[in-house]
Structure formats: structure tokens, C-alpha cells
């Protein structure tokens, strides 16, 4: 299993553009992109500005067929100019421990 994880902060202006982009994502992703098991946004209940994604890929060549997609290029139109600054981002090989 391959673990992604994303924390940004989104600019006043670009927070609604992202988290409607994110919430796309989040259903799309799964449904297009064979092993993503898991695709999640939070929102900074505190902080609307503060977002921070989590992802659970079968394995790194699935994320990676989704991260050089035109897909994710797309996405990142969108994203990228939306945040303040570089998003703290982290991948993990990872199991599952329990059910």
C-alpha cells in the first residue's frame, strides 16, 4: 500500500476554486484511477484557509499513473495558484494494521 498525505493553505481568493476542485477530486479520483482505495478532504474547521488531503493508493506505480496524468496536471491548474505558499506534502509506504 502507498500512502499520500497534503496539507495546504489556500489563498481568500483561491479557497473556493481549490475546494470545489478537492471535492471533485475526491469522487473522481477513485472511480478513474484503478487502486486508489481512498481519496479524502478535511477542511480546518478553525481555519477554512487550511486544508489537508489523504490518499491510499494499492500501490506507488498506481499513484504515480495518477500523478503524471493529464488529469492531475489539470487539477494542479487549478490548485497550485490557489495556495499560499508550497503545500507540506509526504508519501509513506504503509500497510494496513486491523480489519
Not at 496524468?69 to 508519501?91: C, K, N, R, V, W
Amino acid at each position: 500500500m502507498f500512502t499520500v498525505r497534503v496539507a495546504a493553505t489556500l489563498t481568500d481568493e483561491g479557497r473556493a476554486p481549490a475546494l470545489a476542485q478537492l471535492r471533485l477530486e475526491s469522487v473522481e479520483v477513485p472511480q478513474r484511477f484503478p487502486g486508489c482505495e481512498r481519496f479524502d478532504v478535511f477542511v480546518d474547521p478553525d481555519d477554512a484557509g487550511r486544508v489537508f488531503v489523504y490518499e491510499e493508493w494499492t500501490d506507488r506505480s498506481a499513484f504515480d499513473g495518477y500523478r503524471t496524468s493529464d488529469y492531475f496536471e489539470h487539477g494542479g491548474t487549478i490548485l497550485m495558484p490557489a495556495m499560499a505558499g508550497a503545500p507540506d506534502s509526504a508519501y509513506y509506504e504503509s500497510g494496513r494494521v486491523g480489519p
